[in-house]
Structures are given as structure tokens and as C-alpha cells.
């Protein structure tokens, strides 16, 4: 069996250098036992008869590769807790089917070109994708896709297809784009909030009060707001508040968690579908008005390290911010702090929302090119390693979330299994990236000087109204 190499993004180098050099560790201090848990699934079954075999045929997954922006499967087996859940949960699904199966990676700005050509020629060479949604889109509209109500053996309702996100991205009865549990990538780029434990103490409060609040429905926006504002100083006095200061928030990479994050977490969207499916822009409606706004307080209001460096925790390592919001791929940057931390769900609008809601941010789509040569063929596979994926990954990603912890903490556990099961993700970065998505959303609105929302909207609506109507006549066409 011949795997790519693992690429894991920030995830795989941070893991390689924990299992190499636990003696960063205090040395009184111990790292949580590695106790992979399955997911339960005593009464549950993959959705591929036990008669289905694709004796000696070789599956090949197409992916993205853009500065080791896409995972992919694993070589072999060394020890390390994920590194082995993923590669069983390939070879599971390969000796489940009798069949090998492969991952080519091309450039993530090539792929287009390349499931076009395919779709052109009928060429039949990969049964599968990952792709990012901001191009995805595209290659729905040039025809290389085909909708995965096609592919046999997948039930988008079944808990492996992430349901609530499958039926989001569905439109018009079709579903081109979702996510299986297979793929890393959207547990990597899932958002959480991250507490620093002992500023929590130092200022009164317990991180057991914050567990308590998730547990009752008061975690909430006010309430994290709240203990911002508590801890924010100007530490060292000189009337400026710069990075060696202390701040209630900082972000491993803003432009997610000040914009994007906020408003999905809310329960709001840019873009929903009306009661016959047919998508539509929502961004004009209150409750995304009003999420936005809170995006725009939160980033205004003094309590955020403002200009951070993306993709650093450095702040909130050495001890100088009490949240830190980010990617579950962030904690990875927590190797070296010295304080404990807690894992949070990103908070709710208000005690009125009913769950708490966690985006993951640019997840690679699953994709079934229109010219996979076989979709039940595809569709086994697929479904094999979703099932798969949710039985075992999940779980060791979660063990591996708290590698850098302190001391043992049951609470994040539990946090982190409520994080990765009620996950949404953005349907307007997916299909009208270009005026929803969460770059142009946080550069030209929140991070403005003035609330400049309702303007925004104003000149954007008729170009991606525009651009909606083509995905509307695409779908409609195609039915």
C-alpha cells in the first residue's frame, strides 16, 4: 500500500516535535495520558453492503497542494496517535473493499484547469476531489462536477457527512459540495476559543464558572466581552497599548475570527435558500446586520491585540491575553506556554440561541468529478472512509488537541467533542466568495474605521446577484 506523504499542514511538524521533545515540558508537570476514544458507533453501520467489493481496482483522490494547504493520507505507520488513525482508517476501507487507494496532489489554482480538461475529454483518471470552495464554485459552473446524489452508498444525513452542513450547502435539491469525516482539513480549520487559566484565576473567576457557562447556555458574547474588558491594561504604563501589553482577545489569524467566525457562530449568513431551495443573499436581514456589527465592536473595542502577525499565538503564550480565538490548527502554537489552558465552543449571540455553532473556515469540499468513471465505485470509497474517519480520527485529533496541556482537563474534552459536532460552515464563502466571502467581509467592513455594512451590501448586491442568477440557471439546467 503506497500513501502520499502526510501532509498535515501546521498540525503534522507541531505533533512531529512534541513526540521528539517532551522535555519542553516542566519537568513536574505531566502531558494527558493518549487515550484515543471511538466514536460511539455500536448501532451504526457504513452505508456499503457487506457484499460490495471492487476487487484490485485502485481509487485515486484528486487534492489541492498550496503551501501544504490540503492533508492527505500517510505513509505508514510510526506510533503517533493520528498519524496511525488515518492510515487505518485507508487500509480499513481498502481491505473492506478489496481496492487501493491513491492521492494525487496537484496546485490548488491547476485544479479547475485540470477537472475541465477532464470533463472535456472524458478523461475518467480520478474518482474523487478535495478542493477548496472558492474555486470549487467554479468548477460546478463549467460543468466538471456532478452533483454526490449521484454517488451510490452516501447518505448526506448519516453523522459521517456532517448532515447540518450537507444540507446548508444543498441547493435546489442538489448537493455538489460537503464534507466527510475523512477530512482533516475541516477539523484543522474548525474555530474555537482558547482561555488562559491562570489570568482566569489570577482575576477571580474558576475555568470551571466557564465550563458551567457553556453547560447552562450563558457563554455568551456579553459574557466573553465582559472578562475582556476586566483583564485589558496598559501593563507597562506608557499610554499606548502595543503588544507587550495585556488584552482580553487575541486571534491567530484575524480575519477569520473577527468577521466570519462571529457571524456564523451568531446563526447568521450572508447567503441561505428560500422555502423551494433556490439560493439567495440573507446578508441584508437583521440578524446579519447585527452579527456584523458585533464583529466590528469586538475589533474597535480596545480589548483586541489589533495587527497581530497571522498565524501566531505568540501573545497568548507568553501569558498576555486571556482568550485566544483560532483554527484548532492554532493550538498547535501552544507548545511553549507555560500557563494551562482551557478549550471554549465559540460563544453564542445570546442565551436565546439554541446550540452553539462552530464554522470551519475554507474546508476542502469533497468534489465527484462528472467524468469519475464508476459513482458507485466512488461512492463505496468515499463512504468507507468517512465512516471510518468518524469512528476513529475525530478521536484522535481531539487526544491530540490537548498534547500541550498541563494537566488533564475532562471539561476540554467534552468541549471539544461539542465543537466538532456542531460545526457549520459558510455558504457564502463557498458560492459568491467574491463579495461574501470572510477576506472581503473582515477587509471591508470590520476593520474599517466607520460601520460601513449597510453601504457595503448596497454596492455589492447587483454584481452578486448577478453571479447568483448563473448558479441559479446552472442548477436549474442540470436538473
Same mark, same amino acid.
Given at each position: 500500500?503506497? =500513501?502520499?506523504?502526510?501532509?498535515?499542514?501546521?498540525?503534522?511538524?507541531?505533533?512531529?516535535?512534541?513526540?521528539?521533545?517532551?522535555?519542553?515540558?516542566?519537568?513536574?508537570?505531566?502531558?494527558?495520558?493518549?487515550?484515543?476514544?471511538? #466514536?460511539?458507533?455500536?448501532?451504526?453501520?457504513?452505508?456499503?453492503?457487506?457484499?460490495?467489493?471492487?476487487?484490485?481496482?485502485?481509487?485515486?483522490?484528486?487534492?489541492?497542494?498550496?503551501?501544504? *494547504? =490540503?492533508?492527505?493520507?500517510?505513509?505508514?505507520?510510526?506510533?503517533?496517535?493520528?498519524?496511525?488513525?488515518?492510515?487505518?482508517?485507508?487500509?480499513?476501507?481498502?481491505?473492506?473493499?478489496?481496492?487501493?487507494?491513491?492521492? #494525487?496532489?496537484?496546485?490548488?489554482?491547476?485544479?479547475?484547469?485540470?477537472?475541465?480538461?477532464?470533463?472535456?475529454?472524458?478523461?475518467?483518471?480520478?474518482?474523487?476531489?478535495?478542493?477548496?470552495?472558492?474555486?470549487?464554485?467554479?468548477?460546478?459552473?463549467?460543468?466538471?462536477?456532478?452533483?454526490?446524489?449521484?454517488?451510490?452508498?452516501?447518505?448526506?444525513?448519516?453523522?459521517?457527512?456532517?448532515?447540518?452542513?450537507?444540507?446548508?450547502?444543498?441547493?435546489?435539491?442538489?448537493?455538489?459540495?460537503?464534507?466527510?469525516?475523512?477530512?482533516?482539513?475541516?477539523?484543522?480549520?474548525?474555530?474555537?476559543?482558547?482561555?488562559?487559566?491562570?489570568?482566569?484565576?489570577?482575576?477571580?473567576?474558576?475555568?470551571?464558572?466557564?465550563?458551567?457557562?457553556?453547560?447552562?447556555?450563558?457563554?455568551? *458574547?456579553?459574557?466573553?466581552?465582559?472578562?475582556?474588558?476586566?483583564? #485589558?491594561?496598559?501593563?507597562?504604563?506608557?499610554?499606548?497599548?502595543?503588544?507587550?501589553?495585556?488584552?482580553?482577545?487575541?486571534?491567530?489569524?484575524?480575519?477569520?475570527?473577527?468577521?466570519?467566525?462571529?457571524?456564523?457562530?451568531?446563526?447568521?449568513?450572508?447567503?441561505?435558500?428560500?422555502?423551494?431551495?433556490?439560493?439567495?443573499?440573507?446578508?441584508?436581514?437583521?440578524?446579519?446586520?447585527?452579527?456584523?456589527?458585533?464583529?466590528?465592536?469586538?475589533?474597535?473595542?480596545?480589548?483586541?491585540?489589533?495587527?497581530?502577525?497571522?498565524? #501566531?499565538? =505568540?501573545?497568548?503564550?507568553?501569558?498576555?491575553?486571556?482568550?485566544?480565538?483560532?483554527?484548532?490548527?492554532?493550538?498547535?502554537?501552544?507548545?511553549?506556554?507555560?500557563?494551562?489552558?482551557?478549550?471554549?465552543?465559540?460563544?453564542?449571540?445570546?442565551?436565546?440561541?439554541?446550540?452553539?455553532?462552530?464554522?470551519?473556515?475554507?474546508?476542502?469540499?469533497?468534489?465527484?468529478?462528472?467524468?469519475?468513471?464508476?459513482?458507485?465505485?466512488?461512492?463505496?470509497? !468515499?463512504?468507507?472512509?468517512?465512516?471510518?474517519?468518524?469512528?476513529?480520527?475525530?478521536?484522535?485529533?481531539?487526544?491530540?488537541?490537548?498534547? *500541550?496541556?498541563?494537566?488533564?482537563?475532562?471539561?476540554?474534552?467534552?468541549?471539544?467533542?461539542?465543537?466538532?459536532?456542531?460545526?457549520?460552515?459558510?455558504?457564502?464563502?463557498?458560492?459568491? *466568495?467574491?463579495?461574501?466571502?470572510?477576506?472581503?467581509?473582515?477587509?471591508?467592513?470590520?476593520?474599517?474605521?466607520?460601520?460601513?455594512?449597510?453601504?457595503?451590501?448596497?454596492?455589492?448586491?447587483?454584481?452578486?446577484?448577478?453571479? !447568483?442568477?448563473?448558479?441559479?440557471?446552472?442548477?436549474?439546467?442540470?436538473?
Amino acid at each position: 500500500m503506497k =500513501h502520499s506523504k502526510i501532509i498535515l499542514i501546521a498540525l503534522a511538524a507541531a505533533l512531529l516535535f512534541a513526540a521528539c521533545g517532551e522535555a519542553a515540558k516542566p519537568a513536574d508537570t505531566a502531558a494527558p495520558e493518549t487515550t484515543v476514544e471511538e #466514536t460511539t458507533t455500536a448501532e451504526l453501520t457504513s452505508g456499503v453492503p457487506d457484499d460490495v467489493k471492487f476487487e484490485g481496482e485502485s481509487f485515486n483522490l484528486l487534492s489541492a497542494d498550496y503551501k501544504e *494547504y =490540503h492533508w492527505s493520507f500517510v505513509e505508514e505507520l510510526n506510533g503517533d496517535v493520528l498519524n496511525d488513525a488515518i492510515f487505518n482508517m485507508v487500509a480499513d476501507a481498502e481491505n473492506r473493499l478489496g481496492c487501493e487507494i491513491k492521492e #494525487t496532489q496537484k496546485d490548488i489554482i491547476g485544479m479547475q484547469k485540470i477537472l475541465s480538461q477532464a470533463a472535456a475529454s472524458g478523461d475518467n483518471t480520478f474518482d474523487a476531489c478535495n478542493y477548496s470552495g472558492r474555486f470549487a464554485t467554479y468548477c460546478m459552473l463549467d460543468g466538471s462536477l456532478r452533483p454526490l446524489e449521484d454517488a451510490a452508498y452516501i447518505d448526506l444525513t448519516s453523522e459521517w457527512w456532517n448532515p447540518d452542513i450537507s444540507e446548508d450547502m444543498s441547493m435546489m435539491g442538489k448537493t455538489y459540495f460537503t464534507l466527510g469525516s475523512y477530512n482533516i482539513l475541516s477539523l484543522n480549520y474548525t474555530m474555537a476559543v482558547i482561555f488562559n487559566s491562570k489570568m482566569l484565576e489570577d482575576f477571580g473567576h474558576q475555568k470551571d464558572e466557564l465550563y458551567s457557562d457553556v453547560d447552562s447556555g450563558r457563554w455568551t *458574547y456579553d459574557k466573553m466581552r465582559g472578562l475582556m474588558t476586566e483583564v #485589558t491594561d496598559d501593563i507597562d504604563g506608557d499610554g499606548k497599548m502595543t503588544a507587550t501589553d495585556r488584552y482580553g482577545l487575541s486571534c491567530f489569524y484575524q480575519t477569520c475570527s473577527l468577521g466570519t467566525t462571529t457571524v456564523l457562530s451568531c446563526g447568521a449568513n450572508m447567503m441561505g435558500k428560500d422555502e423551494d431551495g433556490f439560493p439567495i443573499l440573507v446578508w441584508d436581514r437583521e440578524d446579519t446586520a447585527s452579527a456584523v456589527q458585533l464583529a466590528f465592536d469586538i475589533y474597535h473595542s480596545g480589548d483586541v491585540l489589533l495587527n497581530q502577525e497571522g498565524y #501566531t499565538a =505568540h501573545n497568548f503564550v507568553g501569558g498576555n491575553s486571556l482568550f485566544l480565538s483560532t483554527f484548532f490548527m492554532g493550538i498547535t502554537s501552544l507548545s511553549e506556554m507555560q500557563d494551562d489552558y482551557g478549550v471554549l465552543p465559540c460563544p453564542k449571540r445570546d442565551e436565546a440561541q439554541e446550540k452553539y455553532l462552530n464554522p470551519t473556515i475554507d474546508p476542502a469540499w469533497v468534489l465527484l468529478p462528472i467524468s469519475c468513471r464508476d459513482p458507485e465505485f466512488s461512492g463505496a470509497v !468515499l463512504e468507507e472512509l468517512s465512516f471510518n474517519g468518524y469512528k476513529s480520527v475525530i478521536g484522535a485529533y481531539r487526544d491530540v488537541t490537548l498534547k *500541550y496541556k498541563k494537566t488533564r482537563d475532562d471539561n476540554s474534552i467534552r468541549m471539544i467533542d461539542l465543537i466538532f459536532a456542531n460545526r457549520v460552515a459558510d455558504v457564502g464563502s463557498t458560492y459568491l *466568495y467574491s463579495w461574501c466571502g470572510y477576506d472581503h467581509i473582515f477587509g471591508n467592513v470590520v476593520s474599517k474605521k466607520n460601520f460601513g455594512w449597510a453601504s457595503y451590501i448596497e454596492k455589492q448586491s447587483k454584481p452578486a446577484n448577478a453571479e !447568483l442568477e448563473k448558479i441559479i440557471a446552472f442548477l436549474a439546467e442540470s436538473e
